[in-house]
Nanobody, 120 residues
Framework: QVQLVESGGGLVQAGGSLRLSCAAS?????MGWFRQAPGKEREFVSA????????RYRDSVQGRFTISRDNAKNTVYLQMNSLNPEDAAVYYC????????????????WGQGTQVTVSS
């Protein structure tokens, strides 16, 4: 079992930035970020695998969000820039011991979530 603990959420004005962190109890091959807004399904945001050379993003965050990982610290980050109200959600960190890509069902480990609120 892997424990994942997110941090870094909060309230930000539209156009602002936040950096989310997710600390894992051990390294996993894939680390991903998902988000869920009220009344909506959980959706893929970004994922990174291996040493960090391969990343994926949903189209709406491409160019604004950057995922990275520090394997020495078993930590993954999500730098979010140019935030807009549509980005507001609970953000979840997820991990998998194989390449899980964009599908939530492929991830075995989940954090408790961190709230991101964007004011217009």
């Amino acid at each position: 079992q892997v424990q994942l603990v997110e941090s870094g959420g909060g309230l930000v004005q539209a156009g602002g930035s936040l950096r989310l962190s997710c600390a894992a109890s051990r390294r996993t091959y894939t680390m991903g970020w998902f988000r869920q807004a009220p009344g909506k399904e959980r959706e893929f945001v970004s994922a990174i695998r291996g040493s960090g050379g391969s990343t994926r993003y949903r189209d709406s965050v491409q160019g604004r969000f950057t995922i990275s990982r520090d394997n020495a610290k078993n930590t993954v980050y999500l730098q979010m820039n140019s935030l807009n109200p549509e980005d507001a959600a609970v953000y979840y960190c997820a991990g998998s011991d194989s390449w899980a890509a964009v599908t939530a069902a492929n991830y075995d480990y989940w954090g408790q979530g961190t709230q991101v609120t964007v004011s217009s």
